[in-house]
């Protein structure tokens, strides 16, 4: 596959991250067939859509003209064989590795030959899904960053099994969304934006579980001192506690290493249900 091949993407997943990807691709003129499982997931992603162009247009980001051409080549669908036409498919569901392999063996049914195989995880590295495939030489990571409408920087990552044919295309085909790529020729867990990240994270929730100081001072901080747009609550907040507690648990799992579980108060919020701005309450309140 080369990227002058793709003209039609696939996203499994239209939660946060998933529905901003398929946004992203369909501005930029590819057809984009968003698919989720559950129907109501779809109608709220096209009512985020929605909200999102609008604020655009009214900031003068985007015409109307450009918006109702991107919602032109967008469909929804909760059929998984509605993207058997897709060149590319990049996969944004649960962080469950379970679940992914699972996905990536249907989609190898389902798809046309040579049709790159793509996960969004940055925690579950693609040779962990690979062999659930007949071709791994098509799968790899393909990492946007939250939110994908904002953020320029996507990691692509080339696993051991990935070809380079496929990770040339990946990287290009990045280019072609008017983002800027990173293209790691190794794949470790993390990669290097949130195995960066993921030392603040720990040494904040480590603060606040030994009372240092309180959430907000510790976000204060990292903002005014470290010129971070949000602080690491702030931004755990945004991402999903949930999220940081997968990522926890996969590492641990993999390492055995006790160092590596999720913290007690991460774990705390997520039995509580206060997994951040999606529901309303993490550790600041929304409303």
Known sequence: MKVRDIQTVGVIGSGAMGSQIAMVCALSGYEVVLNDIEESNLVKAEDSFQGHMNRRIQKGKLTEEEVNYAFGRLSFTSNLQDVKGADIVIEAVVEKLDVKRNLFARLEEITK?????ATNSSTIVSSKI???TN???NVCNIHFFNPPLVMELVEVVKGPHTSDETARAANEFIKTLNKVPVLL???ISGFI??????KLLDEAV???ENDYA???EIDLVVKKALGHPLGPFELMDLTGIDVTYFVRSQRYQESGNEADKPSSLIQEKVEKGELGRKVGKGFYQYS
Do not use: Q, V, Y
């Not at 030959?113 to 195989?117: A, D, W």
């Open 113 to 117: 030959e040579g049709t790159i195989l």
């Open 130 to 132: 690979a062999d659930a």
């Open 135 to 137: 071709h791994p030489e």
């Open 185 to 187: 020729k190794k794949e």
């Open 193 to 198: 934006a949130n195995r960066i990240l993921g």
């Open 206 to 208: 480590f603060l606040l």
């Open 214 to 216: 309180t959430h907000e």
